[in-house]
């Protein structure tokens, strides 16, 4: 079992930032990704990024040059700055874990990221 507990959602003006925060817990082996996706109301979950134990990043273009993903392999922590946000950025951010060896994804409660003047 993996436990993550995501923080550092909320509101904020166009153009602001926000630093979200996951928390992992529990067995994780040690080759893993780990990531933020986002789900805006009637759309589909999507990537935002995500960063290896090695700290390879992927990053949607939509998000490229705005936001940093980064992690702490002693701690089992990932965080995602946002800068510049905008109006579509508003979604639930999803924090998630998955573990190549076994091919198990675990997800976060997640938390409401609101971009609005």
């Known amino acids: 079992q993996v436990q993550l507990v995501e923080s550092g959602g909320g509101l904020v003006q166009p153009g602001g930032s926000l630093r979200l925060s996951c928390s992992a817990s529990g067995t994780i082996a040690r080759l893993n990704r780990m990531g933020w996706y986002r789900q805006a109301p009637g759309k589909q979950r999507d990537l935002v990024a995500t960063?290896?134990?090695?700290?390879?990043?992927i990053y949607d273009d939509s998000v490229k040059e705005r936001f940093t993903i980064s992690r702490d392999n002693t701690k089992s922590t990932v965080s995602l700055q946002m800068n510049n946000l905008k109006t579509e950025d508003t979604a639930v951010y999803y924090c998630?874990?998955?573990?190549?060896?076994?091919?198990?994804?675990?997800w976060g409660q997640g938390t409401q990221v609101t971009v609005s003047s």
């Open positions: 998630n874990v998955f573990i190549y060896s076994t091919r198990e994804s675990w």
């Open positions: 960063i290896s134990t090695g700290g390879d990043t």
